[in-house]
């Protein structure tokens, strides 16, 4: 069997046209800008149409059905989707690599498959640069590297990505059910945290618990030394992608990468404070995570609660984090915030409760 060549992605991929919208169209386009990526989902979900008058200068790239679409901000988030075909003409933001498939070498929905797969997602990652917001450019993307196998392997490796995806929904749709049920449970027990219907006593997050931010002395984009070793290291999107238990990593710390970091232990809950807000989940394995997440620890009752109690307050958070320069918070704002404290007999009811019927 031969071996799979690799080509540069720019070499399997037609040219997209470059356009003024007010000489495409007579009174309004439809737009996707970054925003109308989900990176949970993968797809297109918030495209709007706008007047020719008001359209952003960013709003550039003529957009045919099957491109795919890489946002190029913030790649460790990996917004990517596949242009649908009422999409078709839609003008799409210059903060978008598009990959249109020259059809002749490649597959659009093998395309798609690889810009999902985590080699492609650590290169872009590795290859950003700004510390604040961190972006690769539409050359970049271009010239990084992708297997280039037979037309029908290309098939066999797009159909087994959508199977993946299928059951990966509907186990998304599971932690949805989950999720509620949790909530249901917790007003049952707590209340709702924001009427607060039985009284608990407020008191503040620092005094639940302990609170701590991450530590890395030095960014892994600039100093790739740190990286590659045996111990797990925890990002922002290791988490908002977790179930609420966090089962595995995609980056590992070196020696030196530990030398200048910390290791959690087992049980600590922890709290996104930088590009996804207030997400969290719970460490089932010892690791290192940075400076952009806070790490809380306490009885597996009280981590628990915190848990449950964040995923009524993340949208209040996030909101609150919009408002200033940077999308985050901060250690501070963490240690104030007023949480109702339950007693330790309710602690533990719901704690016996959640053992029964989250899914480890």
């Not at 790239?61 to 242009?83: C, E, H």
């Not at 989950?178 to 607060?196: A, D």
């Not at 890395?216 to 908002?240: C, F, M, V």
């Not at 930088?274 to 806070?294: H, M, Q, R, W």
């Amino acid at each position: 069997m031969s071996e799979t060549r690799t080509v540069k992605l720019g070499d399997v991929c037609e040219q997209v046209e470059k356009v003024n919208p007010s000489n495409e169209f007579t009174n309004s386009f439809i737009y996707i800008d970054l925003s109308a990526v989900d990176n949970q989902k993968k797809i297109i979900t918030g495209s709007k149409e706008i007047s020719v008058n008001e359209a952003p200068s960013r709003a550039r790239q003529l957009l045919k059905s099957g491109d795919v679409l890489v946002s190029t901000v913030r790649p460790n988030l990996n917004a990517v989707a596949i242009v649908p075909t009422e999409l078709d003409n839609a003008i799409g933001s210059t903060g978008f690599s598009v990959l249109r498939a020259d059809t002749q070498k490649i597959r659009n929905d093998y395309l798609f498959a690889w810009v999902n797969n985590p080699q492609f997602v650590q290169e872009m990652v590795k290859l950003a640069t700004g510390a604040s917001y961190p972006a690769v450019s539409d050359r970049i993307v271009k010239e990084s590297l992708i297997p280039l196998p037979s037309l029908a392997e290309q098939q066999r490796i797009a159909d087994k990505f959508r199977l993946e995806r299928l059951i990966e929904q509907k186990r998304a749709r599971q932690r949805e059910l989950l999720s509620e049920l949790e909530k249901s449970v917790f007003i049952e027990i707590f209340g709702n945290p924001f009427t607060n219907p039985k009284e608990l006593p407020l008191i503040r997050l620092e005094e639940f618990g302990t609170l701590n931010r991450g530590v890395s002395k030095h960014r892994p984009r600039n100093a790739p030394e740190l990286l590659g070793g045996k111990y797990p290291l925890i990002q922002t999107g290791d988490i908002a992608n977790s179930d609420g238990l966090i089962r595995n990593y995609s980056s590992t710390y070196s020696e030196f990468g530990l030398s200048q970091s910390k290791i959690w232990p087992v049980g600590t809950l922890c709290i996104t404070i930088a590009a996804n807000i207030a997400k969290t989940g719970i460490l089932t394995f010892e690791a290192c995570f940075p400076d952009s997440i806070v790490g809380f620890s306490a009885s597996p009752e009280r981590v628990k609660y915190i848990q449950i109690l964040f995923k009524f307050l993340q949208q209040e958070i996030e909101a609150f984090a919009t408002q200033s320069a940077q999308k985050n918070i901060n250690l501070k704002f963490l240690q104030g915030l007023m949480v109702p404290k339950p007693t330790e007999e309710m602690l533990i009811k719901f704690n016996r409760i959640m053992n029964k019927i989250f899914i480890k």
